[in-house]
């Protein structure tokens, strides 16, 4: 069993289009992020959720719209999606309040293209 | 704010060979420190961790010893393998997120 399952795993779409990306995790934590990897692999928190209330929102375009539904899910939308949002976005959850003390279970990632 | 820098790579090694990647960081406070690894095409994951000054982190050969005097959290192995092609990320615990550096690379050839 898939700990942290994104889908889809790659998604390659027009600018200016709506996508949305999943995430569901099975370990009953608490606590999920949105990461996103740039082109250099350089990772920064976008989002996090805790027991479905946001709890961090980095600078981010607004474009950009977190939603969970339960605690087990965390979807990504996106609006009229730009070339520089091409990345590698990364889903991953934590226990509450251990997340930064013992680590977080990543997802495998999600490609966005942006053609 | 907090932050991690790590070495830039690639590394380049050959196979048994001593391994070293440097991390240090910049932290209020005292911080988890951590250890990722990124195979090609995957998701990261947790290599090793350690939560106070003078742990050492241990996993698969690798080691890293959270060191307050220096603020580092260097990664070591003693003999590396092919298969230990991949990136690395340091990353400290800040309150409610994990603050990554910007990954090194290694490469290993037989």
């Known amino acids: 069993d898939t700990a942290v399952s994104q889908t889809p795993k790659y998604l390659v779409t027009q600018m200016g289009n709506d996508k949305s990306i999943k995430c569901e995790q099975n370990l009953g934590h608490d606590t999920m992020y949105w990461y996103k990897q740039d082109s250099k692999k350089f990772l920064k928190i976008m989002f996090s959720y805790n027991n479905k209330e946001l709890i961090i929102n980095e600078t981010v375009p607004n474009r950009f719209s977190p939603k969970s539904p339960d605690k087990a899910h965390l979807n990504l939308h996106i609006n009229s999606l730009e070339l520089g949002d091409s990345a590698v976005y990364f889903c991953a959850s934590s226990q509450e309040a251990q997340g930064s003390n013992y680590g977080y279970t990543f997802g495998s990632g999600t490609r966005l293209t942006v053609v | 704010g907090d932050s991690v820098t790590q070495m830039e790579g690639p590394v380049t090694l050959s196979e048994e060979a001593f391994l070293t990647i440097n991390c240090t960081y910049t932290?209020?406070?005292?911080?988890?420190l951590f250890w990722y690894v990124q195979y090609p095409g995957e998701g990261l994951q947790l290599l090793l961790k350690a939560t106070k000054a003078d742990d050492k982190g241990s996993n698969k050969g690798f080691e890293a010893t959270y060191r307050k005097e220096t603020t580092s959290f260097h990664l070591e192995k003693g003999s590396v393998q092919v298969s230990d092609s991949a990136v690395y990320f340091c990353?400290?615990?800040?309150?409610?997120?994990?603050?990554f550096g910007t990954g090194t690379r290694l490469q290993v050839f037989p």
């Open positions: 932290a209020t406070g005292y911080p988890s």
């Open positions: 990353a400290l615990g800040h309150t409610d997120k994990l603050i």
